[in-house]
């Protein structure tokens, strides 16, 4: 559990920190580095998925799943969470997984038909006998469609959300105090009030939660999931290109709006995070696809533009659709992005793309290795200036996700005399310069 308790420490202290970086001003039509200035550390939390009762693995992915790089697991995930009470056997399994895996559980408790006193019951198990310092906890899935998805059949409001979240949320505290509550885990946050989720009654879910429990919380969840193919037709590659510039301007609407109603920063975090949430498969641009993986590759980079706080994929292992990572023994695209990241440092420095369609990102590590993730969104393979100041390129450690590599380490490689970078279309590379 070595992994687990450096984890449980480095989240305290990175909850300090709220508020995005300063947005890199680009140079035109080139590549811009500046090591020297700091952007402040990237939260280790942005390499999340969900995991539950009905997401295990095979044994025979198993060890990918152990070296992935993965950091946090949220438990048990998705509209699972209201269906049922959980049972101590269950966190001692999830105990045992985020042992194996290095990634740090975060539990979620029953809130449609929940009880407080259970909920109590789960956290003094859990932390009180079990000593296993869970420090984040959250209650409920995505309670704004409750009614509109027949978990609930009766008109669930944020007046029914909000008394019966603070009941829980109490009764919780009561067993540890120093546990952390995140929520209200609502489905499908955007950038503007009028696209943000509303009751019949056009109440905003969002304003009327963080109104009445904005003092017993420590992180505000969303989920988010900007493609819907069943409404709007298939996604398209071009669509997924589009969307990934959208994402700071969602979590900086969030972030002004906790201050404005709660009156300072809290961390945010996107506990449930795809491109399209339905069984969409086999598509140029479902959540199996190749692409879903450059797309997924560059949202984890604007997240940390962003500066948010925690992020979790949905979802580790799925049979029935094709979110999942995996797929029984099948390793899908979006897989290869864990590792990928696992090689970038933890500092973030300034970093700016002048080019239309690929975005650049820039880290160092604890031993002030200098890393690049460059991602080409575009359909074509692109030949772009590179500048990095104070520092005359030679050669670095090249890894490389495209649609022939599965973020593969290509060894060292000299960079070009003229400081270009070739970059593959449609592909993720990260530069390791030591």
């Known amino acids: 559990m070595k992994r687990l308790a450096l984890i449980t420490i480095l989240i305290i202290t990175s909850l300090s920190a709220c508020g995005p970086a300063p947005a890199p001003t680009p140079l035109a039509d080139t590549l811009f580095v500046e090591p020297g200035t700091s ?37 048990p995930g998705g509209a699972w969470t209201d269906t049922a009470d959980m049972k101590n056997f269950q966190i001692d399994q999830l105990m045992t997984f985020a042992k194996q895996v290095g990634a740090m559980p975060t539990i979620s408790v029953r809130l449609l038909g929940g009880k407080p006193e259970t909920a109590a019951e789960l956290v003094r198990y859990t932390n009180l006998k079990k000593q296993y310092g869970v420090t984040y906890w959250s209650i409920g ?28 949320a109490v009764a919780m505290k009561a067993v540890d105090p120093t546990i952390k509550l995140m929520g209200p885990e609502l489905s499908q946050w955007n950038e503007s009030y009028e696209s943000t989720p509303k009751d019949p009654a056009k109440k905003d879910w969002m304003t009327e939660f963080l109104k009445a429990n904005g003092d017993l919380l420590d992180v505000v969840t969303v989920h988010r999931y900007p493609m819907h193919s069943p409404t ?12 990934t510039r959208k994402w700071v301007s969602e979590v900086e609407y969030l972030r002004k709006l906790i201050r404005e109603i ?22 140029e641009a479902s959540p199996d696809s190749f692409y879903n993986a450059i797309w997924y590759a ?12 925690m992020i979790n ?25 864990f590792p990928l990241y696992k090689n970038f440092g933890n500092e ?52 490389l996700l495209d649609a022939t590599h599965n973020a593969e380490n290509l060894g060292t490689q000299a960079f070009a005399s003229d400081g270009t970078l070739t970059l593959p279309a449609q592909s993720a590379t990260l530069y390791v310069i030591k």
Request: no cysteine; glycine share 6%.
């Open 39 to 75: 952007l402040g550390p990237i939260s280790p939390y942005l390499f999340g998925t969900n995991y539950g009762p009905m997401h295990a693995v095979t044994l025979d992915v198993l060890p990918l799943v152990e070296s992935a790089g993965f950091t946090t697991l949220r438990f």
């Open 141 to 168: 899935n995505e309670p704004n469609i409750y009614t509109l998805l027949k978990q609930a059949d009766y008109e669930y409001l944020p007046d029914n959300l909000n008394k019966e979240w603070r009941d829980i």
């Open 232 to 243: 709007h037709g298939p996604v398209t590659v071009q669509q997924l290109r589009e969307n």
């Open 262 to 283: 709660v009156g300072r920063d809290l961390p945010i975090a996107v506990t449930e995070v795809n491109s399209d949430p339905s069984n969409a498969q086999l598509a």
């Open 298 to 309: 560059d949202v984890l980079g604007q997240a940390m533009n962003a500066d948010v706080f």
């Open 313 to 337: 994929q949905w979802v580790l292992s799925q049979r029935s659709t094709g979110l999942g990572l995996f797929k029984g023994d099948l390793v899908q695209p979006t897989f290869y992005v």
């Open 348 to 399: 973030q420095v300034y970093a700016a793309s002048g080019i239309t369609d690929v975005d650049i990102f820039a880290a160092k590590r604890a031993d002030g290795t200098l890393t690049l993730m460059v991602i080409n969104l575009s359909d074509t393979e692109q030949r772009i200036p590179l500048q990095v100041k104070g520092l005359k390129l030679k050669d670095a450690e090249v890894w």
